[in-house]
């Protein structure tokens, strides 16, 4: 059967059945792509899982409480804790009896301590000075750490020297290093974080390298030095953005180590002076064993679990979603 149709047959004029088009070489060119923002793509992989929206809650509810809830009911920590240090019926009391003594208040649900102080106060403003010694030693070594790393890796000139400062250095234990320091100078805030970045860095640094020695022969980096371009800018510009998801990886495993540290120098009598989680674990270590006593010892233990892990399902799961392999659908 034949299929052909007479186009005049339908009454239409060529001018309406055809219309010119123009070509540009310029349209030509273009791609027609969904837009894509790198960040909107990592929240949307991140917040998919419903297990990071309730371990981000979580770990909001416990900054939230750490910073804003000393601050909220004046805080004083060098008053505080001792407030009811005459009152020897005070001290050592379980949630029941000192909401008996002092009342039903937040401020008892954990009950008192030692020197007859709020357990829960005491906690929430030792958690404050853990979350920030962390977050402040994080924030020195993972700059330090990824900015020389990623020069360290790309600069054979660099490389040469640093590889001789990391072996000098760079295999003496961090815990050590914190530990002499510790006892050399006053056990304060800023001595422990001095510490804890003395050397802290070059581990991460190394790590960057290893990374960056990987990658920094592709194509695109020797074509970018061949045109002229400088080694910093290349390292910044072409090098670590590829790593942000290993970037993120670390930054999830350094901040709950620094707590960690705080704790088990604390718990050996080596931490800060400051009310820290450690501390708190340190004057309370006897009531682990002492009946009707043990939630003095086992409240800072469980608070200062459930930051580490916290931060560390958090950063982890972050890094997983900021590998742009996993934003396809």
């Known amino acids: 059967m034949d299929n052909k149709i007479d186009l005049k047959e339908l009454g239409y004029t060529d001018e309406e059945l055809f219309s010119h088009i ?3 070489n310029a349209e030509s060119e273009k791609i027609t792509a969904p ?36 601050s909220v009911i004046g805080y004083d920590a060098t008053v505080d804790p001792y407030i009811n240090l005459m009152n020897s019926q005070s001290k050592h009391l379980n949630p029941s009896k000192a909401m008996e003594l002092f009342g039903r208040s937040i401020h008892w649900i954990l009950g008192t301590g030692g020197s007859g102080q709020s357990t829960w106060d005491a906690m929430w403003y030792g958690s404050r000075i853990s979350i920030s010694l962390a977050f402040i030693c994080a924030a020195i070594n993972m700059t330090i750490g990824v900015l020389l790393g990623a020069v360290w890796g790309f600069s054979k000139r660099v490389d040469a020297i640093m590889m001789e400062v990391y072996n000098i250095i760079g295999n003496v234990p961090l815990i050590l290093i914190i530990s002499v320091m ?52 290349i390292a910044m510009k072409n090098i670590l953005p590829f790593m942000t998801s290993v970037i ?12 960690s540290y705080e704790v088990f120098l604390s718990y050996i009598g080596m931490g800060m002076s400051e009310m820290s989680l450690g501390r708190l674990i340190y004057q309370s270590e006897t009531a682990m064993v002492t009946p009707g006593w043990e939630i003095e010892f086992w409240s800072p233990v469980v608070i200062a679990s459930i ?12 890094g997983d979603a900021s590998d742009p392999r996993t934003h396809m659908e």
């Open 35 to 70: 837009r894509y923002s790198y960040w909107r793509s990592v929240f949307r992989v991140f917040f998919r899982n419903k297990v990071n929206i309730i371990v981000l809650t979580l770990l909001v509810l416990v900054i939230v409480f750490a910073y804003v809830y000393p």
């Open 182 to 233: 510790a006892m050399l100078f006053s056990p304060t805030f800023w001595t422990m974080v001095l510490a804890m970045t003395v050397i802290g860095w070059i581990g991460i640094a190394f790590f960057i390298r290893t990374q960056v020695v990987i990658i920094r022969d592709r194509e695109y980096n020797l074509a970018s030095k061949c045109l002229g371009t400088s080694t910093i800018k």
């Open 248 to 259: 993120v990886t670390l930054l999830a495993t350094e901040i709950p180590s620094y707590i």
């Open 307 to 318: 930051i580490t892990v916290v931060l560390y399902v958090v950063g982890q799961n972050l």
């Open 22 to 24: 123009d070509h540009s």
